[in-house]
Nanobody, 129 residues
């Protein structure tokens, strides 16, 4: 059974940095596309970043240049390095994966619509100004 467990959330000051992790198990990690989406109260779900099986990445315009998605296949772990955080980045962040083979760009769209097969319980990021 696929399990995704996020960690690393917390409270950080605006312009600060934070790195989220997602431990994955229960499937052939290296052949799947993975990504992060976020959900803030009163806001629509937003696909933040995605990475496909060959390491190609895609980002939402709102985080481009500030966030970096990466994966460690040996550890079956997905990361999201976040820097220059802004108050509007505050949200619950979820990692997700899908059994379909897709590009990172395609996955970013699927993340925004909630169409990924699996996702974790999320980790909360709060930003203080």
């Amino acid at each position: 059974q696929v399990q995704l467990v996020e960690s690393g959330g917390g409270s950080v000051q605006a312009s600060g940095s934070l790195t989220l992790s997602c431990a994955a198990s229960g499937y052939t990690y290296s052949t799947h596309c993975m990504g992060w989406f976020r959900q803030a109260p009163g806001k629509e779900r937003e696909g933040v970043a995605a990475i496909d099986y060959d390491g190609t990445t895609s980002y939402a315009d709102s985080v481009k240049g500030r966030f970096t998605i990466s994966q460690d296949n040996a550890k079956n772990t997905l990361y999201l390095q976040m820097s220059d955080l802004k108050p509007e980045d505050a949200a619950v962040y979820y990692c997700a994966t899908d059994q379909r083979i897709m590009t990172a760009f395609q996955a970013l769209g699927v993340l925004s619509t909630g169409g990924m097969d699996y996702w974790g319980k999320g980790t909360l990021v709060t930003i203080s100004s």
